[in-house]
């Protein structure tokens, strides 16, 4: 019987997290998939700028509804032969980072990943609206940002560059996967 491998896919918001998720999960055979997004979290913070500033503490999250979904894929008859996880802290959580075989992290440029945002979620914003979130991001947001690049870039198995297409990372990635 072979081991089910679990594989995080990480990034900045913006950073093509889900789209390589899901190519991914079409491309390697019996696979699954869970998106940290699709989540409420108990002890998530409210604020997330503040959170960075005091010293991120990611086992506040408690992240117990992902785990014992993670867990029912593991205890099925037959498993998937791997678990894919859009999830943004590679192995900072205590309650994910035993069960994790890879954490990839996609390393997109600050800018493409502000601008895929601002393309998807602000469509039928104002200009103003959009230059309101611009500024809070210039003076506020970035720094959870950069938390990303500083902590969970540097704790990851493998990076990719963002600026790939989403068939060229995920290439990389199963070029990866086949080390493991």
């Known amino acids: 019987m072979v081991k089910t491998k679990v594989i995080t896919i990480a990034s900045v918001s913006g950073g093509g997290k889900t789209a390589v998720t899901e190519e ?23 604020d997330l700028v503040k959170w960075v500033e005091e010293g991120p503490d990611y086992n506040q999250w408690n992240l117990e509804p992902l785990k014992a979904d993670l ?6 008859e037959e498993p998937p032969a791997y678990i894919i ?13 035993d069960f994790i075989d890879l954490s990839i992290y996609i390393a997109t440029p600050l800018d493409i990943a502000m601008a895929r945002r601002i393309l998807r979620e602000h469509l039928k914003k104002t200009s103003i609206e959009i230059n309101d979130e611009l500024d809070y991001y210039l003076k506020f947001g970035r720094v959870a940002y ?11 198995d493998f990076i990719v560059a963002g600026t790939l297409k989403v ?14």
């Open 71 to 76: 867990e029912s894929f593991l205890e099925r």
């Open 24 to 46: 991914l999960r079409k491309r390697l055979s019996t696979s699954e998939a869970l998106y940290f997004d699709e989540y409420d979290f108990e002890g998530a913070p409210d």
């Open 167 to 180: 068939i060229d990372i995920v290439d990389a990635i199963l070029n990866k996967i086949e080390t493991l």
């Open 85 to 97: 996880i859009d999830y943004p802290f590679s192995y900072k959580n205590d309650k994910l980072k």
């Open 146 to 156: 950069l938390e990303m690049e500083n902590a969970i870039k540097l704790n990851s």
